[in-house]
């Protein structure tokens, strides 16, 4: 019932920034919290950060104060603005959305790709 798409990946060098931006549709009104995941190669799939419905944020020590999540629920988007990228943020960016009536359902955009290069 709710489709995720994420844009905004693409090539940066160490020490640039990107945003990226997830778009959400179908039943947004069922949406609660919404965040960012990231897995690299052979790697799990990761917490980045995450939103509340109410604006509260969550990061992974990994990003704290390099990186920020917003939201506007206006326009059924969340943000990701990612500052002083390092090689190792290098991952496929995902974007994560909770919602539903009576039971809370995880849904998945089709990721984007981040490469950060020394």
């Known amino acids: 019932q709710v489709q995720l798409v994420e844009s905004g990946g693409g090539l940066v060098q160490a020490g640039g920034s990107l945003r990226l931006s997830c778009a959400a549709s179908g039943s947004t009104f069922k949406i609660n919290d919404m965040g960012w995941y990231r897995q690299a190669p052979g790697k799990q799939r990761d917490f980045v950060a995450q939103?509340?419905?109410?604006?509260?944020?969550n990061y992974a020590d990994s990003v704290k104060g390099r990186f920020t999540i917003s939201r506007d629920n206006a326009k059924n988007t969340v943000y990701l603005q990612m500052n002083s990228l390092k090689p190792e943020d290098t991952a496929v960016y995902y974007c994560?959305?909770?919602?539903?009536?009576?039971?809370?359902?995880?849904?998945w955009g089709q990721g984007t790709q981040v490469t950060v290069s020394s």
């Open positions: 939103i509340s419905d109410g604006g509260s944020t």
């Open positions: 994560n959305a909770m919602a539903g009536d009576y039971n809370s359902v995880n849904y």
